[in-house]
């Protein structure tokens, strides 16, 4: 059973070491999406990255939520929160134009 309260006590007692890891591998794996598709890899390694990139902002988006859960309102929660958006925005409009539509 999926227990919320003990996530959250585990998200605000290693927050540091959270963050540590969250905010490069954030900042790599989105500058790594990006830089994919700049240089024309194939659409397969853009998702991979992209979808790696996407997991690394969630975790810091879902972190940041249970920051606010528990009260903790100061500039680094808002700071992270918007990194963690707009990595996971950046990759969402990278992969736009790798889609690939069916035809009815």
Not at 81 to 95: H, K, Q, R
């Amino acid at each position: 059973m999926l227990d919320f309260h003990t996530l959250i006590q585990f998200s605000s007692t290693y927050c540091i070491g959270i963050c540590t890891f969250l905010i490069p591998a954030n900042l790599v794996a989105t500058s790594s999406t990006i830089i994919f598709a700049l240089l024309g890899y194939p659409a397969i390694h853009i998702w991979q990255t992209a979808g790696i990139a996407s997991f690394f902002a969630l975790l810091m988006i879902l972190h940041v939520f249970a920051w606010l859960a528990i009260g903790v309102v100061m500039a680094p929660t808002y700071i992270l929160l918007g990194l963690g958006s707009i990595c996971l925005l950046a990759n969402l409009i990278v992969i736009v134009p790798y889609r690939r539509f069916v035809n009815a």
